[in-house]
């Protein structure tokens, strides 16, 4: 997963410190490569890399095109090519409380899965400092 942010030091500030992500390296370039990969010569840009827990295997990474920006996106998830990131947590209540108490916008309230092959387990949505929705899972006990 690797959207793109506006601001990559308030998403680094909202992942790290407000999701508990591990920040695993920060680097800026415009190598030659860069511009081949994305369609953009002489794109600069700076990345950060994250592990979403210690012993994830999956990365994330979010990107700031500091040169060659765009306009935002409508990131609505019922529009194709749209994309989310789901998180597994323990206790989705605590985290929806200590979200919301630093700000963080949620679509709802935590909502119980009430079919399905995760009945009983807990989900709800909430964006990120850009918009891009992230999932909160509790499974089923």
């Known amino acids: 997963l690797g959207p ?15 999701l508990g992500m591990t920040l695993v ?8 490569y860069i511009g081949l990969q994305t369609g953009y010569r002489g ?17 994330m990474e979010v990107v700031q095109y500091l040169t060659h920006a765009g306009e935002p996106l409508e990131l609505a ?11 597994t947590v323990d206790d989705i209540a605590s985290a929806y409380t200590s979200l919301i108490a630093q700000s963080v916008r949620f679509r709802s309230e935590p909502v119980r899965i009430t ?12 964006y ?6 992230i999932e909160l899972f509790q499974p089923p006990t």
Not at 115 to 124: C, F, H, K, L, R
Request: hydrophobic residues 30%; negative net charge.
């Open 43 to 59: 794109v600069k840009l700076v990345a950060a890399s994250f592990l979403p827990t210690q012993d994830s295997a999956q990365s």
């Open 128 to 133: 990120d400092p850009d918009g891009y929705t």
């Open 115 to 126: 079919s399905g092959p995760n009945e009983g387990g807990y989900v709800v949505y909430l």
């Open 77 to 87: 998830t019922n529009r194709a090519g749209s994309s989310h990131l789901c998180l």
């Open 25 to 32: 390296r920060r680097r800026e370039t415009d190598a030659d």
């Open 4 to 18: 793109t942010v506006r601001d990559i030091d308030v998403s680094i500030a909202f992942y790290r410190d407000l």
